[in-house]
């Protein structure tokens, strides 16, 4: 079963009990303690964080959202994901519950836990010690209107990254800081802006053949989306990541010969609906 076949019998498995749900809180309209919220999508290129996760290659993703009306908030998101970069691996599957409040009428704040799982990927795929990268974040972040401030901190090794694979010390603690901008045009037309920091908290043993050390990196990114029916919407989106030094040239945990540049700049369009 390919990677594309294994997110859509997930989606097709799950879609059926979020759909129910749906029409539950349909029919209670606005007395509904809950919202249930799907989405589906197929990309030319998953970005995270600045960086390739399919190799620059296309992407089917999807998930669904339980939003409650006291604040919390629970929800799963798959794509399929490059085995060149997780080996053993051919799905993201991602699990999260957050809760916060609002202030006042700009103000708003969110905490949650974040989990990132890889099933079957592990670095013993490869022939390397016995390593998963399955990643557990906290999070924490303020909204004022269209901007958002966000912290996210590792509780686990970061994406696997450990003295398995070639670093001094484990990751945990890592940080990522994001400020993110959502600024609506119309009702069809919107723009997100992105730019984050990614502070690793060990680095390699031994330097790259460039002498690279360091896997620190800051990204940016923008998005520009386009609603053409009330359930569907087309995107173009641009990233940048920068330390080409650590990730210009990043091997291939399948074939050390086959390298690729997994930040710099990135394009990517994108067609989503939700449900």
Request: net charge negative; proline share 3%.
């Amino acid at each position: 079963m390919n990677k594309f076949t294994t997110l859509a019998v997930l989606l097709a498995a799950a879609t059926p009990s979020v759909s129910a749900l749906a029409q539950t809180a349909d029919a209670g309209a606005d007395t509904a303690p809950y919202t249930v919220t799907g989405n589906i999508a197929l990309t030319s290129d998953y970005m995270f964080r600045g960086l390739t996760q399919t190799w620059g290659g296309p992407a089917v993703q999807g998930g669904g959202d339980l939003t409650m009306k006291n604040g919390f908030a629970a929800g799963f998101w798959g794509s399929s994901i490059s085995d060149k970069s997780y080996p053993g691996a051919s799905l993201e599957l991602d699990v999260y519950a957050n809760y916060g409040l609002s202030i006042n009428d700009d103000w708003s704040w969110r905490v949650g836990l974040y989990s990132y799982l890889y099933p079957k990927g592990n670095l013993d795929e490869v022939g390397l010690a016995s390593r998963s990268f399955n990643t557990v974040e906290a999070n924490a972040a303020l909204t004022w209107k269209w901007l958002t401030l966000k912290y996210s901190r590792a509780l686990t090794d970061y994406f696997g990254i450990d003295v398995e694979q070639g670093y001094r010390d484990d990751s945990k603690g890592t940080g990522y800081i994001e400020l993110n901008a959502a600024i609506p045009f119309n009702d069809q037309w919107s723009l997100a802006l992105h730019a984050g920091r990614t502070d690793i908290t060990t680095s390699l043993a031994a330097p790259l053949a460039n002498g690279a050390v360091n896997p620190d990196y800051t990204d940016v990114g923008a998005t520009l989306k386009y609603q053409f029916t009330p359930h569907w919407s087309a995107s173009l989106g641009a990233t940048y990541a920068n330390n080409d030094a650590f990730y210009g040239h990043t091997a291939s945990f399948t074939n050390a010969a086959d390298t690729r540049n997994t930040g710099g700049t990135r394009g990517f369009v994108m067609l989503q609906g939700t449900f």
